[in-house]
């Protein structure tokens, strides 16, 4: 769908440095737009007539308010085109092509895992709204480099939500030191171990509670981030048969699926390998189905 969004606002997040913006959108993508999906933006610099950049940008949804038809996205300053949208005024009309792709699936009952790396949390937000506006227990893992790049790739907001929060950073400068694949493995290996302490008292007790169990709920996970972090946690969650989703990042041309430059290799239920595109089959995808180490 090939529409216009108006902007009503566009401004830095946090600390300069980190050249983040968060860039609000008015229009009518916002009533169909799905968490995990993203859309495509024409960036032109007006001061020049040209179709130079030719491509469009994709950029996650990071929030979708249908009430005030708007949605929300957040994009660091990486490239020329980024840089060309980062002078975009509000008033102003973008022409957006969305929503695109197919997003995150939430679970009908149990716990929902968010997974991040750096930027990829911006994607992960409108999916904790949805998971919890549907009665489900969220949790967060998100990493990144420092306390200062959490601060201003919106750590409030996520802290408003009200779920446990699990932090890393490279530094230790907020959180525990390290990789965010720590926390999850930790938590992890220590629900597992419950569930077996449960299941062996329950076994005690068979003869007079009748096989009753007292387990934990069922947990699903989602990831978006860098590729070996993606990877990784896939591999964790599949040690501990934990159904997880990724949202997979790829250069794109077109956006729309004709160009076959996002493509990227997958396993059907048989186990041969097949060949599908992010922007049109994606992003999200079960992590189990990724192909991470195509060179084997």
């Given at each position: 769908?090939?529409t216009?969004g108006?902007?009503v606002?566009h401004?830095?997040?946090?600390d300069?440095?980190q050249?983040?913006?968060?860039?609000v959108?008015?229009?009518?993508?916002?009533q169909?737009?799905?968490?995990?999906?993203?859309?495509?933006?024409?960036?032109?610099?007006?001061?020049v007539?040209s179709?130079?950049?030719?491509?469009?940008?994709?950029?996650s949804i990071?929030?979708?308010?249908s009430?005030r038809d708007?949605?929300?996205l957040?994009?660091?300053?990486?490239?020329?085109?980024?840089?060309?949208?980062?002078?975009a005024?509000c008033?102003?009309?973008l022409?957006?092509?969305?929503?695109?792709?197919?997003?995150f699936?939430l679970p009908?009952?149990?716990?929902?895992w968010?997974?991040?790396?750096g930027i990829?949390i911006f994607?992960?937000?409108?999916?904790?709204q949805?998971?919890?506006?549907?009665g489900?227990?969220?949790?967060?893992?998100?990493g990144g480099e420092?306390?200062s790049?959490?601060?201003?790739?919106?750590l409030s907001?996520?802290?408003?939500?009200?779920?446990?929060?699990?932090l890393?950073?490279l530094?230790?400068?907020l959180?525990?030191k390290?990789?965010v694949t720590?926390?999850?493995?930790?938590?992890?290996?220590?629900l597992?171990?419950?569930?077996?302490h449960?299941?062996?008292?329950g076994?005690?007790?068979?003869d007079?509670?009748?096989?009753?169990?007292?387990?934990s709920?069922?947990?699903?996970a989602?990831?978006?981030?860098?590729k070996?972090?993606m990877?990784?946690?896939t591999?964790?969650?599949?040690?501990y048969?934990?159904?997880v989703e990724?949202s997979?990042?790829?250069?794109m041309?077109?956006?729309?699926?004709?160009c076959?430059?996002?493509?990227?290799?997958?396993?059907?239920?048989?186990g041969?390998?097949i060949h599908k595109?992010v922007?049109q089959d994606g992003?999200?995808?079960r992590?189990?189905?990724?192909?991470?180490?195509?060179s084997?």
């Amino acid at each position: 769908m090939l529409t216009e969004g108006h902007v009503v606002v566009h401004e830095r997040l946090g600390d300069e440095d980190q050249r983040l913006r968060r860039l609000v959108l008015k229009g009518p993508i916002a009533q169909t737009a799905k968490p995990g999906q993203f859309v495509a933006i024409q960036v032109q610099d007006s001061s020049v007539p040209s179709f130079d950049p030719l491509l469009r940008r994709p950029l996650s949804i990071a929030g979708i308010s249908s009430e005030r038809d708007e949605i929300t996205l957040l994009y660091r300053i990486q490239g020329r085109g980024t840089e060309i949208l980062s002078r975009a005024k509000c008033g102003e009309k973008l022409s957006i092509m969305g929503p695109l792709g197919q997003g995150f699936s939430l679970p009908e009952e149990g716990e929902l895992w968010l997974i991040a790396g750096g930027i990829g949390i911006f994607p992960l937000y409108p999916l904790a709204q949805s998971a919890l506006a549907q009665g489900l227990a969220v949790r967060l893992f998100w990493g990144g480099e420092t306390k200062s790049f959490l601060e201003s790739a919106g750590l409030s907001s996520w802290q408003a939500l009200g779920i446990p929060l699990h932090l890393n950073t490279l530094d230790g400068s907020l959180g525990q030191k390290g990789l965010v694949t720590r926390q999850v493995k930790e938590l992890l290996a220590q629900l597992s171990e419950d569930k077996n302490h449960e299941r062996q008292e329950g076994t005690l007790k068979e003869d007079r509670l009748a096989g009753d169990r007292a387990g934990s709920p069922s947990i699903r996970a989602a990831a978006c981030g860098p590729k070996k972090m993606m990877q990784a946690v896939t591999d964790l969650c599949l040690d501990y048969k934990v159904p997880v989703e990724v949202s997979l990042e790829e250069r794109m041309g077109c956006a729309v699926g004709a160009c076959l430059g996002c493509a990227v290799t997958l396993t059907d239920g048989a186990g041969a390998m097949i060949h599908k595109k992010v922007c049109q089959d994606g992003p999200v995808f079960r992590g189990e189905e990724v192909v991470w180490d195509e060179s084997c």
